[in-house]
């Protein structure tokens, strides 16, 4: 019950959406589609679940070429970042919908409907209308619509987007365990790296209509194909710098030399560009073989669990990120240390050649 995508794309006019896209998703998996608004996520979801026609390649599904067969004909349900409901309907009719659709006996609506509620915490809101609900009480109407179809495809299109912190973080921990154990796919949409990494699962990396890399979650992040990859997959942004290595030292475009950390020892002398994602540059550091570097502090975002320092190192901008508070002073200079195992050497071409595991 595999999902192919061989070869698609999708133009309007003279403007690529879709660059040419080869993909195959495993039923049993959760997929993440990570990249920023306007990246592809939307659109590649609809050529997914049928409410859009690619402009070439093939869609197959189960063994079977989908491609330009209407939603209405195949088992997918997609929820939206902003909530769709019936507003007439009450919260269990909404939800019971697509079972009536589908002639389902009324004793299994009743249990499937139950169960969705219950894990989604509608059970004392089902006999209300959605204009009487708040807004995270809708999108869980929607997303119960959508568990309750028991759909072959279901599709996500960032539905966490609209609620408050609380619920999307206990949604965040809820939803793998709701798909857990059913063979159909999920695909999953979000613009924020965190949440990627909290699914697990799989993971498209999506840029300018481009899939630049797809794989397990946790190795992705670990190893990213090139410098494109790496900054999808980072927020804040990766830092990143000209340098030249020489034998065990490199020099970075403002004249900091650096020690040649362990992990690039075998990447050979020449110019690369440098990639430290912000949580390995702190104000405080563990690792063994931290480099010292300073810089005028532009900007700080301090929030109740960590602390973001924009800061200027030699006409360079990098960002800090690191657990606590961390309070500095903006045009003050900020003291830091980089940990230079967990940075990545990518070549002329952009790909990856060594760096952190």
Known sequence: MSLELKNVTKRVGADVYIHETSLTLEPGTFNILLGTTLAGKTTLMQLMAGLDKPSSGEIWFDGRNVTGV???????????????????????????SPLRVAGMAQSEIDDR??????????????????????????????IARALVKDSDLILLDEP??????????????????????????????????????????????????RVTQFGPTSAIYRKPFD?????????????????????????LENRVTWRSPRIARA????????GIRPHHITPVTHARDASVIEGRVLVTE??????????????????SQSHGIHPFEVGSTARLFVDVEQSFFFDGDNRLVGGAA
Not at 126 to 138: A, C, F, M, T, V
Not at 227 to 251: Q, W, Y
Not at 267 to 274: A, C, E, L
């Open 227 to 251: 410098l494109v990859s790496a900054r999808v997959f980072s927020d804040p942004p990766i830092n990143t710098a000209k340098v030249i290595k020489r034998g065990e030292e490199i020099m």
């Open 302 to 319: 301090l929030s109740g669990s960590e602390s973001v320092v924009h800061f200027d190192m030699n006409g360079q901008t990098w960002v």
């Open 160 to 209: 966490l987007a609209n609620l408050d912190y609380k619920l999307r973080e206990e949604l965040r921990d809820e939803l793998p365990k709701l798909f857990a154990g059913r063979n159909c796919i999920v695909v999953y949409a979000t613009t924020e790296p965190v949440e990627a990494l909290l699914f697990g699962g799989n993971t498209a990396l999506l840029y300018e209509g």
């Open 70 to 96: 209407p939603v209405q004909k195949r088992n997918v349900s997609m929820v939206y970042q902003q909530f769709i409901n019936y507003p007439n309907f009450s919260v269990y009719d909404n939800i019971a």
């Open 113 to 142: 409907v139950e169960k969705a509620s219950e894990l989604l915490r509608l059970k004392p809101m089902l006999k209300r209308r959605p204009n009487e609900l708040s807004g995270g009480q809708q999108q869980r109407t929607a």
């Open 267 to 274: 990447v050979p002398d020449g110019n690369y560009t440098i």
